[in-house]
T-cell receptor, first 110, second 116 residues
């Protein structure tokens, strides 16, 4: 049970921002929120993670709701290479494993 | 950026045969993992390995599966007697501190196992 809910698919045009939502309403106070993506025929790739505060890195931004029941992955300018399945994953502090759901398949159009 | 390397990229085997999938994790990493993905399905956790011991395993990881770090660089997954349902893409992963500890996981590009 991935315990997160994401839309099955989203679409974007190249160069536009993309906001990928994730619902994790039963999250506990010690669960981290991680985002991974999987490009076609590739292994999962780390994107970003956070606990309470918003986070930025060279790939994306992560906006975490104040009550932590939801989060949004933001790709500031989508490129064709960003077409992938994006997974929002909760990770408890006391486990090593990632539990993948079905993710959101992002299509990017030129 | 350093990479997790998996060999071979494709492996075909006959049902009932033993197969060993090989991985070279990133050199200074201490935690090692195997995941698998059956075609069209979710990525599934199999096992985590630290300090030469299994730290966590899933229900999928039964007695037919074993893992080993035979030397300082390789990490292997052995399936003793393969079944048709073992056909999947197998991903090796590694990190320094463990996925639950504010740390990212590095995945290899996978080995596609086909059991005939």
């Amino acid at each position: 049970d991935a315990k997160t809910t994401q839309p099955n698919s989203m679409e974007s045009n190249e160069e536009e921002p993309v906001h990928l939502p994730c619902n994790h309403s039963t999250i506990s106070g010690t669960d981290y929120i991680h985002w991974y993506r999987q490009l076609p025929s590739q292994g999962p790739e780390y994107v970003i993670h956070g606990l309470t505060s918003n986070v930025n890195n060279r790939m994306a931004s992560l906006a975490i709701a104040e009550d932590r029941k939801s989060s949004t992955l933001i790709l500031h300018r989508a490129t064709l290479r960003d077409a992938a399945v994006y997974y929002c994953i909760r990770i408890s502090y006391n486990t090593d494993k990632l539990i993948f759901g079905t993710g959101t398949r992002l299509q990017v159009f030129p | 950026e350093p990479e997790v390397t998996q060999t071979p990229s494709h492996q075909v085997t006959q049902m009932g045969q033993e197969v060993i999938l090989r991985c070279v994790p990133i050199s200074n990493h201490l935690y090692f993992y195997w995941y698998r993905q059956i075609l069209g399905q979710k990525v599934e956790f199999l096992v985590s390995f630290y300090n030469n011991e299994i730290s966590e395993k899933s229900e999928i990881f039964d007695d037919q599966f074993s893992v080993e770090r035979p030397d300082g660089s390789n990490f292997t997954l052995k399936i003793r007697s393969t079944k048709l349902e073992d056909s999947a893409m197998y991903f090796c992963a590694s990190n320094q501190e463990g996925a639950g500890f504010n740390e990212k996981l590095f995945f290899g590009s996978g080995t596609q196992l086909s059991v005939l």
